[in-house]
């Protein structure tokens, strides 16, 4: 990931953190709380693509699982939003921009469950057995209807937000650059109407000598005569 990346990723993923864990997760709402942190990585996932959202996603979890009051192993959450990230990245499109919401809105309602059932799933197998006192079928509703409903309000921001960063002209050096730099284009257009001219010069070249020769054949003709 290029260091403009890295910057903008870091300061998005700790301000989410922060809001998540002394706004967020002392609203007391019934069943999940929202997951401002796991929308952050969607976000960047869907504009750096599937490996920058792996990357951002592990980032992110192991600073989450470290963070207190986390209660868990550490990792656990990593290997969660690694797994989301790298999947929510495989959907960029080559633009990095989306042509519809209905993209988006169904990835973070596939995200909300998986990441649950993949925390739940992981914590069985060390031995946490937390899960089993939580219902779990109220659980993926309300983490679902949440993160749906905060996601209008934080996913286009940030993959805006990401675009105009990446979309950099003085750190964009790449193969991508070249391929979107309008001057590409505006110098080939300049390069065919230079050979148009010079086609045309060349023919106008030719229709002079024609009319000189036939001037000279008119007046070989006069002296003939």
């Not at 207190?68 to 969660?80: E, I, M, S, T, W």
């Not at 959907?91 to 519809?100: F, H, Q």
């Not at 197998?125 to 749906?148: E, K």
Request: net charge positive.
């Amino acid at each position: 990931m290029r260091l403009n990346r890295i910057l903008l990723a870091s300061a998005l993923v700790v301000a989410a953190l922060v809001i998540q864990v002394s706004v967020l997760a002392r609203l007391h709402l019934p069943g999940a709380v929202p997951d401002l942190l796991l929308l952050t990585v969607l976000a960047l996932a869907m504009v750096y693509g599937h490996v920058g959202g792996a990357l951002v996603g592990f980032g992110a979890g192991l600073l989450a699982d470290l963070a207190p009051p986390a209660d868990h192993a550490a990792g656990r959450y990593a290997l969660v939003l690694c797994v989301v990230g790298y999947f929510a990245g495989l959907i960029k499109p080559e633009n990095g921009r989306l042509r519809s919401a209905t993209g988006p809105m169904a990835v973070v309602v596939a995200a909300a469950i998986g990441s649950t059932l993949l925390y739940l799933g992981v914590g069985a197998l060390i031995g946490d057995t937390a899960a089993r006192h939580v219902g779990l079928t109220g659980l993926l509703f309300s983490a679902a209807l949440y993160d749906l409903l905060l996601a209008p309000f934080v996913v286009p921001a940030l993959m805006w937000l990401a675009r105009r960063v990446d979309n950099d002209p003085l750190t964009e050096t790449g193969p991508a650059a070249q391929s979107t730099d309008i001057s590409t284009g505006w110098l080939s257009s300049g390069t065919g109407l230079r050979i148009g001219s010079q086609r045309g010069g060349l023919g106008a070249l030719k229709a002079k000598a024609r009319t000189r020769s036939a001037r000279v054949g008119r007046i070989k003709g006069v002296k003939r005569l």
